[in-house]
């Protein structure tokens, strides 16, 4: 798929893509002081094309020539090469996003017909490529009036020419789906206050509870999350909706790509313009805007899906959940994403109440806090049912505490897996039963008379029998015991006392940069990616000295494989943070190793036979050390590892140093396990005292 020499020699004359500091360093694998030493040292650096005063941009075809001629443009990867130029498209990274989909729908459904179009020059391409874009959209989406794909013309095809041609290229190494999921994953990931995301880890269970469905739909469908996360039927038909025409092109070109379902998407306003009026869904799936008041409160009023009363002008979420019960097919399912306000706001407590006495509500299932955006609330999943005309109303209500699912120690180790698995087995057993057994805690079937009283307060906290205090005054003298045990150890760790050693201030020392240069350690930098469920190593993790909490996504190819390349520890590997201004390192151990590397950390592999692991990453955790090789932005601090210093010292002369600091980290993880035991035995203590579980005395 690559070009003919007479297209690559116009590539640089249609090419308006835009590169910052950063996106240039990421090209020659430096940091961004090294680009800003080049502009002050070099007067032929390409001058700024767009951008401000403090974070110019630059022409990337005039970059790259320079860097060539300079010998510093490295290797970079196809995806790197890609992401660049997606990311300083003239037009926007988004606008780029919407014709890479269409160019990668043509790419995988039309492979010959691609292949005609990019073998001539780019002015040419431009020419024919809307042609063939609007056959093999016309083919997934329909007639152009009813769909959100809209086809660019030439004009507006040519400054993206170079990154179709790139994204071909990139799609014969991935996949046209892995393809686009990279591509729209690294920009959702750089423009987080654009979007609000549904995470692949809710998304599935999300999915889930909803079950096999041919028909599914999604009113507020965003970037396409869950209707991606549906398990595939060869017959399906989905469904998106939102009132952004870039979210609902990207939602539909994402689900063409994602499997041969038929997709149909449309961009307007769900409550006051729904485009599926006529339609009813065996099941709809919806992450809604929250706390809009802006919903269209005014001009529905008399609106008929209002058939549990009509929203208050605070209770926009409530309009959602009636908008999804009306679109259903009778017995259909409806699972929301809900703010735990919507369970207890006294503005919606008839629409509630009403939502219980019909039977429409079935369970209301609160996840831990973190497990998607906002971060800092436990966001409630709410699970619906259109009732069957002559049913009886379902007598009960499954409410659910994930937080309490979660171990001892989820702070530290969230098993999100296995919640999900358990919050499945509750939903699935009460869903065939009518009924579940209580868990203290985390789980209940509550009676809907319970329920229905002035406040209808569906918080599952709230309404959940309390667990024994801090798992009983058993498990309590347990957690006494170890914590003994654990001060102990603490007491016999504790560093010896050292006489002040001489002056070492004129030393030679030399840097990571220059280490990684002549070949005494390899760089690696976390993507976050790894086997799909395997254990991944957070920045959080080695601030805390925890065991890998993160999981690999789900959400990868159909093959299995990451989006990107996993980077996989190994025993004496190093990892520091790049980020939050704190100085650490650590050894990867045996129990560690394996774990594939997060993002926002660097992994150090030392060649042992020159550089000893613990010697490398005592010095990397140097205060003095951290505070000279980090840049500050106004709420941020970034580390560039590469400035990090350490002695120029043989293998022998290291050896003291090794012994002393692997002291200092056994120390310092006995200090950690006797925190944790503390905080837990307090807390239990507290609780025990407060629900009645541990008499004072």
Known sequence: MKPRDDVADTAEATDATEVTAAGIARLAGVGRAAVSNWRRRHGDFPRPVGGTETSPSFALADVERWLRAQGKLVEVPTRERVWQRLAGHPAGPGTALLHAGCALLLVRDRPSAWLAVSAVSDERMAQLLPGELDEVVSLRFGVRRRR????????????????????????????AQRTYEFLLGRHTEANPRQYTLTPAGPAELMARIAG???????PACGTGALLRAVAPRPDQCLYGQDSAPDLAALTALRLALNSDATVRSMACDTLRADAYEERKADAVLCHPPFNERNWGHDELAYDARWEYGFPARAESELAWVQHALARLVDGGTAVLLMPPAAASRRSGRRIRADLLRRGALRAVIALPAGAAPPYNLPLHVWVLRR???GAHPAPELLLVEAAGLLAADGRDKQLWPAVQDTVLDLWHGFDRHGTVEPRPGAARAVPVLELLDDEVDLSPARRLPPSAGGGGSAELATVREGLGEALRRAADLMPRQTEPGRETASRPLTTVG???RAGALVLHTG?????SGGPVLTDHDVLAGTAPSGTAPSSTGHDGTAEEPAVLTEPGDVVVPLFGGGAAARVVDEATAGAALGRGLVLLRPDQDALDPWFLAGFLRSTANHRQASSYASTSARLDVRRLQLPRLPLAGQHGYRERFRELAAFEDALRLAGRLGERLVRGLHDGLTDGTLPPE
């Open 148 to 175: 959100a794909v809209r086809i660019p013309d030439a004009v507006e095809l040519l400054p993206s020419v170079p990154l179709l041609r790139g994204v071909a290229e990139l799609a014969a190494e991935l996949g």
């Open 212 to 218: 096999p469905a041919r028909t599914v739909l999604d």
């Open 387 to 389: 009732p069957v005309a």
């Open 514 to 516: 220059e280490l990684a």
């Open 527 to 531: 993507t976050g990616t790894g086997p």
